[in-house]
T-cell receptor, first 108, second 112 residues
Framework: RKEVEQDPGPFNVPEGATVAFNCTYSNSASQSFFWYRQDCRKEPKLLMSVYSSGNEDGRFTAQLNRASQYISLLIRDSKLSDSATYLCVVGQGGKLIFGQGTELSVKP | DAGVTQSPTHLIKTRGQQVTLRCSPKSGHDTVSWYQQALGQGPQFIFQYYEEEERQRGNFPDRFSGHQFPNYSSELNVNALLLGDSALYLC???????????FGPGTRLTVL
């Protein structure tokens, strides 16, 4: 079983749609949680950190449920520029453990 | 403010050769981590350097080794290259008290 598991993709959505990504992690000792975005053949870029209280950044909302070991990302009013691979990431003692990523394609 | 830089951008080697990849961290960062990303997969942690010491190591063989210099820059060395070592090698930098890591553009290694 992988340490971080994400929904299989790809997700194909129209502009303006709301899309949700889900992720589970297996190590309850994980200390920090993130969503990264990766464009084709580029490096991962930090989208947002995820906190137990939930956090929002514009159209993006992230949630963490430590009891269920579950992380989510919601994108509202999706734009063409949101097309990318979204990586769920947990931090353990300084190292990052990545999910395999979920590809999102937003169509006009 | 310069971000994380890596060199070279691309590299082609043959099986059995050795390779050295280089990374300079973001200004103000003193911790460097290396990751390997195979096609279609998420990055996998190789090791992390802080104060010129290997602080943590992932599940990679001893063929993978590294070094950190006093100016915080780092090298990743891979000996006896295998076809399966073909991947994007990513360097990330951070401050030791923060878990947020910032990635460089990567080095794409092809082993023939």
């Amino acid at each position: 079983r992988k340490e971080v598991e994400q929904d299989p993709g790809p997700f194909n959505v129209p502009e303006g749609a709301t899309v949700a990504f889900n992720c589970t992690y297996s190590n309850s000792a994980s200390q920090s949680f993130f969503w990264y975005r990766q464009d084709c053949r580029k490096e991962p870029k930090l989208l947002m950190s995820v906190y137990s209280s939930g956090n929002e950044d514009g159209r993006f909302t992230a949630q963490l449920n430590r009891a269920s070991q579950y992380i989510s990302l919601l994108i509202r009013d999706s734009k063409l520029s949101d097309s990318a691979t979204y990586l769920c990431v947990v931090g353990q003692g300084g190292k990052l453990i990545f999910g395999q990523g979920t590809e999102l394609s937003v169509k006009p | 403010d310069a971000g994380v830089t890596q060199s070279p951008t691309h590299l082609i080697k043959t099986r059995g050769q050795q390779v050295t990849l280089r990374c300079s961290p973001k200004s103000g960062h003193d911790t460097v981590s290396w990751y390997q990303q195979a096609l279609g997969q998420g990055p996998q942690f190789i090791f992390q350097y802080y104060e010129e010491e290997e602080r943590q190591r992932g599940n990679f063989p001893d063929r993978f080794s590294g070094h950190q210099f006093p100016n915080y820059s780092s090298e990743l060395n891979v000996n006896a290259l295998l076809l399966g070592d073909s991947a994007l090698y990513l360097c990330a930098s951070s401050q030791p008290t923060y878990n947020e890591q910032f990635f460089g553009p990567g080095t794409r290694l092809t082993v023939l």
